[in-house]
Structures are given as C-alpha cells and as structure tokens.
C-alpha cells in the first residue's frame, strides 16, 4: 500500500470519528433543551399556583410553631433541673439504703447457715465416731466369716 491509500483510509476514518461524535454531541444538546424546557414549566407552575403558597405558608407556620414549642420545652427542661438533681440524689441515696439493708440480710444468713451447718455437723461426727466404734468392736467380737456357726457338718 502506498502513502496516499493510507491517507485516505485515515481521512475517512477521521471523518466518521467526527460525524459520530457530532452526532452524540447533537443529541445531547437536544435531550438538555427538552429538559430545560420541562424544569422551567415546573417552575412557573409552582411560582403560579395557589396552592403551593399556601402549602409553604402552612409550612412555614408548622416550623414557627415547632420552634417555639422546643424553646418552651428547653425552657422548662430548665427551670425543672433542680427538681430532677434532687429526685435523682434522693434515689442513688435510697438506693445505697437497700444495698446495705441486703448487704446485711446476706451476712446474717450467711452466718445463720454457718451455725445450722456447725451445729448439725458436730453430733453427726459424734455419731458417726461413735458408730464406727461399735462397728470395729463388734468387728473384733464377730468372726470374719458369719456362717462357721451355722454350717451343717
């Protein structure tokens, strides 16, 4: 292929390449105008319409209204702290009431179940030293083996 083929086949390749992106640039100035058109009829009807001053108006009156009621609420939020700080103290301090009350409830259960444990404890060892002794005399008295004296001859 000579140089002049391939100058043409390049030319003809860059004149696509322009016509296309031509093309896509067209279309897109197209679709922006058709939506620019759409967002000012959107706007007029919304800068025109009764209604819609009426609904911002209404709007405008519920936010008035809800500041005004959070300013009261913060203001007797407020005016009410010392009342809380003082149903609060009175709380944690009837509350370390109950904790010692259990505290000492638990002790002296604790100490009862020790006596309990203690004073059943005690005649049970006795018992049991005292029955393990009858048991070794009558061990000692008794043959090991029980039935020599009623064995048939």
């Known amino acids: 292929m000579d140089v002049n083929t391939l100058l043409v086949i390049f030319l003809g390749a860059v004149f696509f390449n322009v ?8 279309g ?3 679709q922006f105008a058709k939506t620019t058109i759409k967002i000012n009829e ?24 809800a500041v005004r009621m959070t300013e009261a609420a913060k203001q007797r939020l407020a005016e009410n702290e010392p009342v809380l700080e003082r149903l609060q103290d009175r709380y944690e301090y009837n509350l370390a009431k109950i904790d010692m009350k259990v505290q000492r409830v638990a002790a002296g259960l604790s100490e009862n179940a020790t006596r309990v444990r203690d004073s059943v404890a005690k005649p049970a060892e006795k018992f049991a030293s005292v029955a393990a002794g009858i048991h070794n005399v009558l061990g000692w008295m008794a043959p090991e083996d029980g039935d020599e004296e009623f064995q048939d001859n």
């Not at 016509?19 to 067209?26: R, V």
């Open 19 to 26: 016509l296309i992106n031509a093309a896509i640039l067209w």
């Open 28 to 30: 897109a100035s197209h």
């Open 42 to 65: 959107a706007a007029r009807q919304f800068a025109v319409g009764s209604e819609t001053r009426e609904w911002l108006r209404s709007l405008q009156i519920a936010s008035e209204n």
